[in-house]
């Protein structure tokens, strides 16, 4: 049966939730209680989590990299360490986690210990979670490295690199997206609008598909773009995906923004005056996470906080495991881990 839950009253996932979190633990005792501000999460394997935590509270400033042991339904912190400011985390083959800041870039093991610096100026694009490529873009060219060797380019080419995993590279080269392995073989091909450049178009889906992001709507196409399935998004925005290893499950984390009747009318006003920029409406007050089975469309979780972030908005607050049998999820407050169903068909959920 899916488990799809309702609205949020807060942070503390209360019980109106259909989905109740089988493990959690609270960020306090991993920041010496000091007020978190910045959360982000991601499955390195089935069984380990990594956070990065910022905390403004402290003095001085505090960011740290935390890694959790997932086993017997239970949270085990079993490696910590601190990092400079403007960080991001992404996980990365071989149990590695990849921490990306303001100074530097690095690969680090699953229990932190060794460590291999990244010389590269930009991590770019969409790279498929898990995987053993990174890519750098720039000044409309691109590179593409194995992360064992980054100083020795795999592949080099002009227009905008998008999306890579350990076999397959997506780029956009005037108004096409285009599809090739690591060796330059042409896997497929799109045509896309002038208009969408620099926009989020298109990303892997697995190993023989593409999400890809267009006026037709949100779809899941293959390599020359034909429709496999429609993708039931839900509102809102965000900057990165969750996938399972094999593609067949997808999770957002979209930020929304909720006003009342009083405050809707104005930003109407505004967006009438302004030629569609409401004011009003640019702030995110709300957040929802869903996991989508992208084999037969269903959803298999939806957790909606209409009135309050989980965390900062552009943060990464929940993501799958490869098995996709699980889902992580961090607030300011807390760690919890959620188990999904094993089969989420059309239009088959439970609401309380």
């Known amino acids: 049966m899916t488990l799809v839950a309702t609205t949020l009253a807060s942070i ?3 019980a109106v939730l259909a989905a109740q979190p089988v493990a959690s633990v609270s960020l306090a005792g991993l920041t010496r209680g000091a007020p978190v501000d910045s959360v982000s999460a991601v499955f390195v394997s089935d069984n380990i989590v990594a956070t990065l935590l910022h905390s403004r509270g402290s003095a001085p400033p ?3 990299v935390v890694i959790m042991r997932w086993s017997d339904r239970a949270l085990e912190q079993t490696a910590s360490m601190t990092v400079s400011n403007g960080g991001q985390i992404f996980a990365a083959s071989g149990n590695r986690l990849i921490v990306s800041t303001s100074r530097d870039k690095a690969v680090y093991s699953a229990d932190l210990t060794q460590r291999r610096e990244i010389p590269i100026k930009v991590l770019c694009c969409d790279s498929f979670p898990r995987v053993g490529v990174i890519g750098e873009w720039g000044e409309n060219k691109w590179t593409v490295f194995r992360l064992d060797s980054p100083s020795q380019a795999i592949r080099e080419g002009s227009g905008e690199l998008i999306s890579v995993s350990d076999g397959v590279i997506v780029y956009r080269l005037n108004n096409q997206i285009r599809t090739e392995t690591l060796d330059g ?7 896309v609008s002038a208009g969408s450049r620099y926009s989020h178009v298109a990303e892997l889906a697995g190993g023989d598909r593409l ?5 037709e709507g949100r779809r899941l196409v293959d390599f020359n773009g034909n429709e496999m399935l429609r993708v039931d998004a839900p509102t809102g925005w965000g900057f990165r995906h969750g996938w399972s290893a094999e593609g067949n499950r ?9 006003m009342p009747l009083a405050e809707r009318a104005i930003d109407k006003v505004f967006n009438s005056i302004f030629g569609g920029l409401g004011v009003m409406s640019e702030q995110p007050n709300g957040e929802i996470v869903r996991v989508i089975d992208t084999r037969t469309g269903g959803i298999c979780l939806n957790l909606e906080s209409p009135g309050k972030l989980f965390g900062p908005a552009g943060d990464y607050h929940a993501d799958l495991s490869p098995n996709g049998r699980w889902m992580v999820l961090i607030t300011l407050q807390e760690l919890s881990i959620y188990q999904l169903p094993e089969s989420c068909k059309k239009g088959d959920s439970a609401t309380r």
Do not use: R
């Open 185 to 191: 073989h042409p896997l497929g091909s799109i045509a």
């Open 12 to 14: 503390n996932l209360p």
């Open 211 to 215: 999400y890809l992001t267009t006026s």
């Open 62 to 64: 505090l960011q740290k």
């Open 250 to 258: 997808m999770l957002f984390d979209h930020f929304t923004v909720t």
